[in-house]
């Protein structure tokens, strides 16, 4: 076998580089899902926070561990029909609260 023969060969059988895309995604991963890729010196806590304020009362989730993790169904879903913004407000300042307050002041 010539050595011309022999880097087409490694060419083609190489590795094929495909991909995987896991059923589940961790906390970071639908941060970076949802929110994109965080810019040079950026920190995607606060991010990864959002989403935790939201697990597992409104977010779907599962603890495996010390992880959490989504499922990635649920993570692309709620990107195509997103939840309002009272959902991702502080929990003081959320309108149910509000108006609980409301009521014992009046």
């Not at 023969?5 to 970071?28: D, H, K």
Request: aromatic share 6%; proline share 7%; with cysteine.
């Amino acid at each position: 076998m010539s050595v011309r023969n022999r880097e087409f060969q490694e060419q083609v059988i190489g590795p094929v580089a495909s991909p995987r895309r896991s059923l589940l995604l961790t906390v970071e991963d639908v941060a970076e899902l949802w929110f994109g890729d965080v810019g040079a010196g950026g920190s995607s806590s606060s991010n990864c926070q959002k989403i935790r304020r939201l697990i597992p009362e409104v977010l779907p989730a599962r603890r495996i561990g010390n992880r959490w993790y989504v499922s990635r169904a649920v993570a692309e879903e709620w990107i195509e029909s997103p939840d309002s913004a009272a959902a991702m407000a502080h929990p003081d300042n959320r309108p149910d609260q509000i108006a609980r307050r409301a009521g014992r002041s009046a």
